[in-house]
């Protein structure tokens, strides 16, 4: 996709140590995505082969990511494709629990508007959109 970065910083000095902060702050841009329909993918800290991390957020949200690649695939994404969509769309990644010993709790917001097609869940199952035609080539997994 085309676009432009437009960025403006601005240092302070001491800056770090007058905010007792460690890592910079950033303000977002005044023109922010409007979404209000999310699907929204959950992951605990237990990781693909069954095994327990207590209370790993990391792992929780890997699972809710891998949850939600895996539930695009059913429409006709390859994998590549969903880990780039989830790169790229403006997707909201929460930490919802770390009171639930011994797992961790972590979900991801996929905005359903982004998609020229419905993808909320239904009685019916998915139905394939992609096709990997010209318009949409499927990429393939490797």
Request: charged content about 15%; overall charge negative.
């Amino acid at each position: 996709m085309a676009g432009w970065v437009h960025m403006r910083v601005s240092l302070i000095k001491g800056g770090m140590a007058k905010y007792g902060i460690r890592n910079p702050i950033f303000k977002p841009s005044p023109i922010t995505p409007n979404y209000n329909d999310y699907l929204i993918f959950e992951g605990i800290s237990v990781d693909e082969a069954g095994q327990q991390h207590y209370l790993d957020v990391h792992v929780a949200y890997r699972q809710a990511c891998l949850n939600a690649i895996e539930y695009m695939t059913r429409f006709g994404y390859s994998r590549a494709q969903a880990y780039s969509i989830l790169g790229t769309a403006p997707v909201q990644g929460h930490i919802s629990g770390v009171v639930d010993v011994p797992n961790a709790c972590a979900t991801l917001w996929l905005p359903t508007q982004i998609f020229d097609f419905d993808i909320r869940p239904s009685a019916q199952g998915p139905v394939k959109h992609i096709t990997g035609d010209v318009d949409l080539p499927i990429s393939q997994d490797v």
